[in-house]
C-alpha cells in the first residue's frame, strides 16, 4: 500500500522531513495499540477492531516538563477529554492519545494511572518535593466512532492497552492505515484510519518543521477530492453502506517553532483548510478537532517564579509559510490515512474496503491530462 507521494500524482509547495511524519518534529514519538479481534456477529464482548494511539511531545516526564499547547475545535459533536484546561492553562502535560468514542473515560483514567506511577505526589501535595500545595493531572484524549466496525459497548481499551502502546513509542517512522486508533475507522466511505506528514519551512524562515497525524473517520463518498480532482465522483467503495452517524477527525499538529499559544492557535485554525482540500464540508453530526503543541516552549510543573517563555518572533511574514506547512500536511496526512488502509471486515459483516491506488492514480491522472488539453 503507498503513500501518496509514491503514486507520483501529489508534490507540495514545502518539502517534507525525511520521514514525512509528524515524528520529524525532533523528540515527538508516536506508539500505537492495535485490537483486531473476533469475527461475525456482535456479541457484547467483541468482535473488535480498534486501539489507541499515543503521540509524545517528549519521551521525559510530561508532567514536570509541560509543553505549550491549544485545542480547537471545528466542529464540536464529540466525546473529546481535557480540552478546556488546555485551552485555559495553554499547557500539555501527558501524552495525547486517541481512540475509539466509548474507549475515551478509560483510556483517560489509563493516562492517570501512568502519571501518578511517575509523579506519587499527585493528589497528594509537594511535600517530598518541599512545595506546597496539591495537585492534580489533565489527561488529554480524542476519539472518532470505530462503531460501524466494532463493538463499541465492550470498551475494550484501558491501561494495559495504553501501556503497550507507550511502550511502542518510537521516534522513528510512523506506522499509518489500519493501526492504534485507526483500527476501525471509515474514510469517504472508504477505510480510513492513520495517516502522518510533514513540512520543512525554508532556512530563511528559520528552517522549523511541521508535523500532522490524523485519525480520519468523516465524509461522503461523493465528496472525495485528492489533488483537486473530484475522486468520488467517479470512485465508488462498491460495497458502500451508510452508517447512521457523520464521522469526525482528530487531528494533532506538532512543532518545534517556539510559538506561544496565541500562535499555535492561528495554526490550529488553518487545519480546517487542509481537511476541505480533501473535500470535507463538516457535517453536522461530525466531530473535527485540532490539538497543537510546540515542542520547544517547555513549561515547569508549578514553578515557584514566573515561567518565561522563549520570545517569539515577529510572525507576519512567516505565519503564512507556517499556514501553508499546516494546510499542506493535514491535507497529505488524509490522503496517507486512505491509501495505506487495507480493507477490513468487522461486526455484523460490516466492510470497509481499501482506496485502490492504481484507481486513484488514473483517474487523477485523466483529470490532469484533459485539463492541459
Not at 109 to 134: F, H, V
Amino acid at each position: 500500500m503507498p503513500r501518496i507521494r509514491e503514486l507520483g500524482i501529489y508534490e507540495g509547495q514545502l518539502p517534507a522531513g525525511p520521514l514525512n511524519g509528524i515524528t520529524d518534529v525532533p523528540g515527538v514519538a508516536v506508539g500505537h495499540y492495535t485490537l483486531h479481534e473476533g469475527e461475525g456477529e456482535w456479541t457484547g464482548h467483541g468482535p473488535f477492531r480498534t486501539g489507541v494511539t499515543l503521540i509524545l511531545p517528549h519521551e521525559g516526564n510530561l508532567y514536570e516538563e509541560k509543553v505549550t499547547a491549544v485545542t480547537h475545535t471545528i466542529n464540536g459533536f464529540g466525546k473529546v477529554y481535557g480540552f478546556e484546561q488546555v485551552r485555559e492553562l495553554g499547557t500539555l502535560e501527558t501524552p495525547i492519545a486517541l481512540t475509539g468514542t466509548l474507549n475515551v473515560p478509560r483510556v483517560a483514567d489509563a493516562l492517570m494511572t501512568l502519571a501518578i506511577e511517575q509523579n506519587p505526589y499527585i493528589g497528594l501535595g509537594w511535600a517530598a518535593s518541599g512545595r506546597k500545595g496539591y495537585a492534580s493531572v489533565n489527561p488529554l484524549v480524542g476519539e472518532t466512532s470505530d462503531g460501524f466496525l466494532s463493538d463499541m459497548q465492550a470498551r475494550p481499551i484501558g491501561l494495559a492497552e495504553v501501556r503497550a502502546a507507550l511502550a511502542d513509542a518510537s521516534t522513528g517512522p510512523v506506522a499509518e492505515g489500519v493501526v492504534g486508533a485507526g483500527t476501525g475507522t471509515s474514510c469517504y466511505g472508504w477505510k480510513g484510519g492513520i495517516g502522518t506528514a510533514s513540512r520543512k519551512l525554508p532556512r530563511r524562515w528559520g528552517g522549523f518543521t511541521v508535523g500532522a497525524l490524523v485519525q480520519s473517520n468523516f465524509g461522503a463518498p461523493q465528496e472525495l477530492t485528492i489533488c483537486g480532482v473530484p475522486v468520488g465522483r467517479v470512485l465508488r467503495p462498491s460495497t458502500y453502506k451508510p452508517r447512521p452517524e457523520d464521522g469526525s477527525i482528530m487531528i494533532v499538529l506538532a512543532t518545534d517553532a517556539p510559538l506561544d499559544t496565541r500562535q499555535l492557535g492561528r495554526l490550529c485554525r488553518r487545519a480546517a483548510f487542509g481537511l476541505a482540500r480533501t473535500g470535507s464540508t463538516c457535517h453536522g453530526g461530525s466531530g473535527d478537532f485540532v490539538i497543537a503543541f510546540s515542542t520547544t516552549n517547555r513549561i515547569p510543573d508549578r514553578p515557584e517564579t514566573l515561567a518565561v517563555q522563549k520570545e517569539a518572533f515577529y510572525e507576519q511574514p512567516v505565519m503564512s509559510q507556517f499556514s501553508l506547512a499546516v494546510i499542506e500536511s493535514v491535507e497529505e496526512a488524509i490522503y496517507n490515512s486512505l491509501l495505506m488502509a487495507h480493507t477490513v471486515v468487522g461486526r455484523d459483516g460490516n466492510m470497509r474496503v481499501g482506496l485502490p491506488a492504481d484507481e486513484v492514480v488514473e483517474v487523477v491522472g485523466d483529470s490532469v491530462t484533459r485539463l492541459l488539453n
